[in-house]
């Protein structure tokens, strides 16, 4: 498998009009389901696992989740066997509804991954010991990776993101959902680069967590661009997508990178950035996920993000 990627140049008029260069870095080249930063957070993760002796990895996820798609994907790949529990009961009332409905969890099904399905408050306990022993109880002995796979480990994967032939950009951006791919940016970069997280959810305490788990300061996040919260999308949003995809064949996903995207083009736009800086924004994968927001699109008569991208 690879494990280093190309950096992509973006050219546009806009980014000709400020004078920035803005390049994407491919991480959703690494694999075509282990994509992004799953592929660096499970990287350290599985091999703990391995070392441990573990033969079950068990995850939490959502029903559209990249991070439940990957570790699936990754536990076939590794010998292991896989176990997802999944926010929202009522999916598991008619499996093979859900299944028939739902690209995600039938591709996680496909690669060997036990689904179990438990209630949004239940959902809420998923780090408490009681909840944690309680399962081990029901499945046996496994290897826990956390939500969205954020860990020490995780984190210690993700640093591996940024190589020495990127220290020439003044700014590097990613998209934020837990806070564990800019956390091992931050700690990657150089001390004069920038990093800034553009927040995929309308969070008041990632800012925080972030903090607790570096000492640098050369970072900020922008909560401008969430676009109302997670997995919430506007159609400018799905206008720029296709328009990105049309111009750049470059294909974003509506809930992480293209809100990225957005908010980096917009943010210039603002006048955010000196002339001549160098952009550098992670494609942190996650293209599984159009499928389940241009369900949604459709069920509301809007426009779907053109894609034959399939899982
Ligand atoms: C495609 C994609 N990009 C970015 C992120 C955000 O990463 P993190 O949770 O480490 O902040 C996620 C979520 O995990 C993701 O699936």
Not at 83 to 98: H, M, N, Y
Not at 123 to 144: N, P, V
Request: hydrophobic share 35%.
């Amino acid at each position: 498998m690879i494990t280093t990627v190309k950096n992509d140049q973006i050219l546009h008029p806009l980014l000709e009009q400020y004078q920035i260069e803005l390049f994407i870095k491919r991480e959703d080249l690494l694999h075509p389901h282990i994509s992004g930063n799953k592929f660096r957070k499970l990287k350290y993760n599985t091999a703990k696992a391995k070392q441990q002796n573990k033969q079950t990895l068990l995850t939490f996820g959502g029903a559209y989740s990249n991070h439940i798609v990957a570790t699936a994907c990754a536990g076939n790949l590794y010998g292991f066997k896989t176990i997802g529990i999944i926010r929202g009961e009522e999916l598991g009332v008619d499996l093979s509804k859900t299944l028939a409905q739902n690209n995600t969890l039938a591709f996680a099904v496909k690669q060997g991954m036990q689904l179990h399905f438990i209630s949004r408050s239940e959902y809420k306990l998923k780090e408490k010991a009681t909840f944690i022993t309680g399962l081990q109880k029901r499945f046996g002995d496994f290897y826990l990776v956390p939500e969205g796979g954020t860990n020490e480990l995780a984190i210690q994967g993700c640093t591996e993101i940024l190589t020495p032939n990127d220290h020439s950009f003044d700014v590097i951006c990613c998209a934020v959902g837990t806070g564990g791919t800019i956390t091992g940016l931050i700690r990657s970069a150089q001390p004069e680069q920038h990093v800034i997280g553009f927040p995929a959810l309308k969070e008041t305490y990632l800012h925080k967590e972030i903090s607790k788990k570096t000492t640098q300061t050369n970072w900020e996040l922008n909560r401008n661009y969430h676009l109302g919260g997670y997995a919430k999308t506007t159609p400018e949003l799905i206008s720029f997508i296709n328009e990105f995809y049309k111009t750049q064949k470059i294909l974003l996903d509506p809930i992480y990178t293209g809100k990225l995207l957005h908010g980096i083009f917009e943010s210039i736009k603002q006048g955010n950035f000196r002339k001549k800086t160098r952009i550098l924004a992670i494609h942190t994968g996650g293209l599984q996920g159009i499928a389940g927001i241009n369900t949604k699109l459709k069920k509301k008569g809007q426009k779907l993000i053109t894609t034959n991208y399939e899982i």
